[in-house]
């Protein structure tokens, strides 16, 4: 046998995005052995390059890409691009790791949080893995250690979610309005409904019949579907903030075992991919700007017990919203499927 790592063949489709930029970052940073990588985006975007690794690559058109000897595709262009292209790309042999909401809650396509339930990423029969929704992943992370030990019955969940979520046009509309704004001058909203400088949002995605928007839909399809658990109960509400970089939540859980804070912070810290944040003093807990944007890990700070319920538990937890609840998943999800072939 050979010594020799075997290396892949990577597409990253929706490479020129918020989202496909980090991707390659994280890929470039954890040294994913990347052997031919295959850079995709829209028409207008093909031709321009991109660097990686010091080398620049051509960005090509998807629509009139061939997949043959993709091994691995990195999806993040959207769930229109993802319903039409991913079955292709898988077709002609590649796993597709898909950032979109195109599969997430087929039966057939595993939704998989690396640190929570990493043994699905096998489980592919349609050679397609969900990469959960940014809101959804970093609350799992941070809850998923608190649920295998005390089982959680419930959770309130009201998250403050940053404008990248929404892409490279809605971080750029919020810049353009702060400036405005500032400058005294009249603000269009285009990308937003309404004026998200200096504001905040109470709607993310479409609305649905039950009054409830999709965004805060996935926190509740997603965690049952993660935890493998559709008994827990989720109840969230999906707010837009003009913060740039990095989800925040603030999180109650109910749990049928009782759950003290010091129990709480000894098994968060144990926890892989968790950083506890928790000292009851000015900056002793974790915000989007001075812990989550441009870091790894899901923060958890102002650990509190419910002052209304005996089993309620309180949780503040933030993270990078592109990173981890993005391209860093997807580049650990590959991570995994790189290490069957070892
Ligand atoms: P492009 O830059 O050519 O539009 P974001 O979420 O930051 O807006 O990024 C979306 C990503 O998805 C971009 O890379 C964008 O490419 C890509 N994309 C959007 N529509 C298509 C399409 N129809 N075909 C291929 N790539 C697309």
Redesign the pocket.
């Given at each position: 046998m050979s010594n020799e790592q075997r290396s892949f063949h990577v597409a990253v489709?929706?490479?020129?995005?918020?989202?496909?930029e980090t991707m390659l970052a994280i890929l470039a940073e954890r040294d994913f052995p990347v052997g031919t990588l295959t850079l995709?985006?829209?028409?207008?975007?093909?031709g321009g390059e991109i660097e990686f690794n010091g080398q620049k690559v051509i960005?090509q058109?998807?629509?009139s890409f061939d997949p043959a000897g993709v091994d691995i595709a990195l999806f993040?262009?959207?769930g229109?691009?993802s319903r039409e292209?991913a079955p292709k790309f898988a077709a002609a042999g590649a796993v597709v790791i898909d950032n979109s909401s195109a599969f997430r809650y087929d039966d057939d396509v595993p939704l998989v949080v690396s640190e929570v339930n990493p043994e699905q990423v096998a489980k592919r029969p349609r050679g397609i893995i969900a990469n959960p929704n940014c809101s959804t992943m970093q609350m799992l992370v941070a809850l998923a250690p608190l649920h295998r030990r005390y089982g959680i019955e419930r959770i309130n969940v009201a998250t403050y979610q940053s404008v990248s979520g929404?892409?490279?046009?809605?971080l750029e509309e919020l810049g353009r309005q702060t400036g405005q704004l500032l400058g005294f001058q009249e603000i269009e909203p285009q990308r937003f409904p309404v004026q998200i400088a200096f504001n905040l949002i109470p709607h993310i995605d479409d609305f649905l019949d039950n009054g409830f928007t999709k965004e805060e839909m996935k926190l509740v399809w997603e965690t049952q579907k993660i935890l493998g658990d559709d008994s827990i109960l989720v109840n969230p509400t999906a707010v837009r903030v003009p913060v740039f970089y990095g989800h925040s939540e603030a999180v109650t859980i109910e749990t049928r075992e009782k759950v003290t804070v010091e129990a709480a912070r000894e098994l968060l810290a144990q926890s892989p991919g968790v950083e506890v944040v928790d000292r009851r003093e000015a900056g002793g807990y974790p915000t989007p700007v001075t812990h989550a944007s441009g870091t790894d890990a899901v923060y958890v700070g102002r650990i509190r017990e419910d002052l209304s319920h005996p089993r309620g538990l309180n949780l503040w937890i933030v993270s990078d919203n592109i990173r981890k609840g993005a391209a860093l998943n997807a580049v650990q999800l590959a991570e995994l499927v790189a290490a069957e072939t070892r």
């Amino acid at each position: 046998m050979s010594n020799e790592q075997r290396s892949f063949h990577v597409a990253v489709v929706g490479a020129t995005g918020a989202v496909g930029e980090t991707m390659l970052a994280i890929l470039a940073e954890r040294d994913f052995p990347v052997g031919t990588l295959t850079l995709l985006a829209s028409e207008r975007s093909a031709g321009g390059e991109i660097e990686f690794n010091g080398q620049k690559v051509i960005v090509q058109d998807l629509a009139s890409f061939d997949p043959a000897g993709v091994d691995i595709a990195l999806f993040s262009a959207g769930g229109g691009v993802s319903r039409e292209y991913a079955p292709k790309f898988a077709a002609a042999g590649a796993v597709v790791i898909d950032n979109s909401s195109a599969f997430r809650y087929d039966d057939d396509v595993p939704l998989v949080v690396s640190e929570v339930n990493p043994e699905q990423v096998a489980k592919r029969p349609r050679g397609i893995i969900a990469n959960p929704n940014c809101s959804t992943m970093q609350m799992l992370v941070a809850l998923a250690p608190l649920h295998r030990r005390y089982g959680i019955e419930r959770i309130n969940v009201a998250t403050y979610q940053s404008v990248s979520g929404g892409g490279r046009s809605a971080l750029e509309e919020l810049g353009r309005q702060t400036g405005q704004l500032l400058g005294f001058q009249e603000i269009e909203p285009q990308r937003f409904p309404v004026q998200i400088a200096f504001n905040l949002i109470p709607h993310i995605d479409d609305f649905l019949d039950n009054g409830f928007t999709k965004e805060e839909m996935k926190l509740v399809w997603e965690t049952q579907k993660i935890l493998g658990d559709d008994s827990i109960l989720v109840n969230p509400t999906a707010v837009r903030v003009p913060v740039f970089y990095g989800h925040s939540e603030a999180v109650t859980i109910e749990t049928r075992e009782k759950v003290t804070v010091e129990a709480a912070r000894e098994l968060l810290a144990q926890s892989p991919g968790v950083e506890v944040v928790d000292r009851r003093e000015a900056g002793g807990y974790p915000t989007p700007v001075t812990h989550a944007s441009g870091t790894d890990a899901v923060y958890v700070g102002r650990i509190r017990e419910d002052l209304s319920h005996p089993r309620g538990l309180n949780l503040w937890i933030v993270s990078d919203n592109i990173r981890k609840g993005a391209a860093l998943n997807a580049v650990q999800l590959a991570e995994l499927v790189a290490a069957e072939t070892r």
